[in-house]
């Protein structure tokens, strides 16, 4: 039986899960959204159906029972490697004073945005829309969950709050240290956050060469995750003529690194943020004098967007650049290649702007060249002082508008940037997985006519518009993972997602799941 392997997993107890919340808040806004749109009363309860199963199954005592429910789908067929979340920081990062104070606020913050916003706006929509006690009874048992998870995590005192803090990541170290000495099917990835040395806390380098390198080392790799709050090029991942960084480390010893790498997921809490290290700013890769001010408050019904800013800022594929020019030979996967959203604007090379300003328009094509001017000049007509893309383009045709659009900047597509990256052989050992792919749709059962989210339709565009025309080296760098449990928050079950994996790359999931799995993890 060939083994595969699961590069992009998450294994929380409910320790873990409070921030985790945001996905919550994200997916009901998302509901809300398609509320608004077409979505029938069977697909609607389906939805929050899903999510008040996901709260079920992440809210539990223990990180092993998680496992287990893991494992029910993979059954002894898959090495999966946990990837652990150090989010000690991702409220505030250099205000010790304040720092417990605002972290109850902002745990109270999250349950309020639940309790007292998000849920009674769904419910009195749902209820105008569809008049179904059904769904208003599924949408009261999400409330009731939340209100019980609250309950779990109140607490009375700063120094409860910073007790339950800190312990929350070191309860994860302790448990997947647990989890990777019993199981054979489990090799987990350490979670790293630069701030925790300038604290004083650890010397980052050696701590890894304890937890990884040493004889009786339980973890297996390193995982970063840079929109928490800090930058790719932080001078304890970078190194300094004084002191050997995270990254040399593991290029010496063939570490692999796993890293966040969409426009999407999660993001620090913090509105002002002090970066040390590069950002992108305006499209421009700059050293902040002063600290980051974001416009987008997390806390707001713009959770997207500052997700999305934050991100931008601290973890573009641009910033990442900067690293593999100093590191070639880094082992590291860049996670989601960009998001399935990403991924499938890219497969498609879908043209959002249909509509442009004239002026803009022509300011954004002048550093083009002739050819690439020509193919955008030919594919928009002006009417008065406005560009419109012509309708009925060619596959062929929109992707080389798109690509030129690409070029001159009016499209920020991470999915390309990151496959510019890990194709250039000059990076050798740069992968991407697609974890957490949640591009599809419900589909019915035609058996018992249960609805069901599938991404195997969308999977299958990917592999035949894109997978399929690469050589074999590109196709070398691409990886399989799940992002169990945070993508039950957006698309399809663990058991779905697997089965639609294999489904649409048939004998090539072997590919992705095993030989290039392998040899980027090392094992």
């Known amino acids: ?17 409070i921030r985790k919340l945001v996905n919550v808040v994200q997916s009901l806004l998302s509901i809300k959204d398609m509320v608004d749109g077409e979505l029938s009363g069977p697909a609607l309860k389906y939805k929050i159906d899903e999510i008040s199963h996901v709260l079920a199954d992440v809210t539990q005592e223990s990180s092993e029972d998680v496992y287990k429910a893991l494992e029910a789908v993979y059954q002894g067929e898959v090495i999966s490697t946990p990837l652990m979340f150090d989010l000690t920081y991702a409220d505030d990062n250099d205000d010790e004073e304040n720092h417990n104070k605002r972290y109850r606020r902002r745990i109270k913050s999250v349950f309020w945005l639940l309790r007292a916003v998000v849920l009674p706006i769904l419910e009195t929509v749902v209820r105008r829309k569809y008049n179904n006690d059904e769904l208003a009874d599924a949408i009261d048992k999400v409330q009731k969950q939340v209100k019980a998870f609250h309950k779990k995590f109140k607490v009375k005192s700063d120094e409860e709050v910073e007790i339950f803090d800190n ?19 489990i090799k987990p990835f350490f979670g790293v956050d630069p701030r925790r040395e300038y604290k004083g806390l ?21 995982k970063l995750y840079a929109p928490a709050g800090f930058s790719p090029t932080d001078p304890v991942l970078m190194g300094t003529d004084t002191q050997q960084g995270v990254y040399a480390l593991c290029q010496q010893h063939q570490i692999p690194i796993t890293v966040h790498n969409s426009n999407a997921g999660f993001a620090c809490f913090s509105t002002i943020l002090e970066v040390r290290g590069d950002v992108l700013l305006n499209n421009n890769i700059v050293k902040p004098d002063k600290p980051l ?75 083009l060249s002739a050819e690439d001017k020509a193919v955008v000049l030919a594919a928009y007509k002006k009417k008065k002082n406005t560009m419109y893309l012509r309708e009925n383009l060619t596959i062929s045709e929109r992707a080389k508008v798109w690509n030129a659009l690409y070029r001159a900047g ?109 040899r980027f993890l090392g094992f």
């Open 293 to 367: 001010r974001f416009d987008y408050r997390f806390f707001s019904r713009h959770i997207g967007e500052a997700i999305e800013e934050r991100a931008k800022k601290l973890n573009h594929p641009q910033l990442w650049e900067l690293v593999l020019q100093k590191y070639p030979n880094l082992k590291i996967n860049f996670a989601h290649f960009g998001g399935s959203g990403q991924i499938m604007e890219y497969v498609n090379y879908a043209i959002k702007f249909r509509e442009v300003d004239a002026d803009i328009f022509e300011d954004a094509i002048v550093p």
């Open 202 to 222: 650890v010397n980052t380098v050696e701590n890894l060469k304890e937890k990884i390198l040493a004889d009786d080392a339980l973890f297996y790799g390193v």
């Open 167 to 185: 312990a929350n990541y070191h309860q994860q170290i302790a448990d997947l240290e647990y989890l990777s000495a019993r199981y054979e099917q």
């Open 410 to 518: 009016f499209i920020d597509n991470w999915s390309k940037a990151i496959f510019d990256l890990v194709k250039n052989p000059e990076y050798p050992n740069a992968y991407t997985d697609l974890s957490c792919f949640s591009e599809g749709m419900l589909i019915e059962s035609p058996v018992d006519q249960k609805l069901t989210f599938s991404i195997k339709e969308e999977l299958k565009t990917f592999k035949i518009n894109f997978f399929d025309k690469l050589s074999d080296y590109e196709k070398s760098k691409i990886l399989y993972g799940s992002d169990f449990y945070l993508t039950q928050f957006f698309g399809p079950t663990l058991k779905q997602y697997f089965e639609d994996f294999k489904e649409a790359f048939g004998s090539e999931f072997d590919l992705i799941a095993h030989v290039n799995t392998k």
């Open 1 to 17: 039986m060939t083994t595969y392997y699961d590069v992009h997993c998450h294994i929380f107890n409910k320790d873990v899960v």
